[in-house]
Nanobody
Framework: QVQLVESGGGLVQAGGSLRLSCAAS????????MGWFRQAPGKEREFVAV????????YYADSVKGRFTISRDNAKNTGYLQMNSVKPEDTAVYYC??????????????WGQGTQVTVSS
């Protein structure tokens, strides 16, 4: 079992920055790829970014590429999502998730409870 807890969400103005954190506990965090997803009101949950077990590979949705950066610190059992140049359309509940596989469409076995990000125009 892996427990994931997100933090760092909040209200930010368009063009601003925010950093989300995902604290992991339980089984070895470095054994899992970590992904970030988001769900806006009335919309389906969508993939945002994923980072590999060691942090050597990462992949982003086109909508956030060049603005968001995913990273991890396995020594601290924590993952991050740095959000820059945010837009109102980035408003959503953001979830981190862990998978034994690397990718955007693989099965993610563990999920956090989510953190709200609201971008004002």
């Amino acid at each position: 079992q892996v427990q994931l807890v997100e933090s760092g969400g909040g209200l930010v103005q368009a063009g601003g920055s925010l950093r989300l954190s995902c604290a992991a506990s339980g089984r070895t965090f470095s054994s899992y790829a970590m992904g970030w997803f988001r769900q806006a009101p009335g919309k389906e949950r969508e993939f945002v970014a994923v980072i590999s077990w060691s942090g050597g590979r990462s992949y982003y949705a086109d909508s956030v590429k060049g603005r968001f950066t995913i990273s991890r610190d396995n020594a601290k059992n924590t993952g991050y999502l740095q959000m820059n140049s945010v837009k109102p359309e980035d408003t959503a509940v953001y979830y981190c998730a862990a998978s034994v596989h690397y990718g955007s469409a693989v099965r993610y076995d563990y999920w956090g409870q989510g953190t709200q990000v609201t971008v004002s125009s």
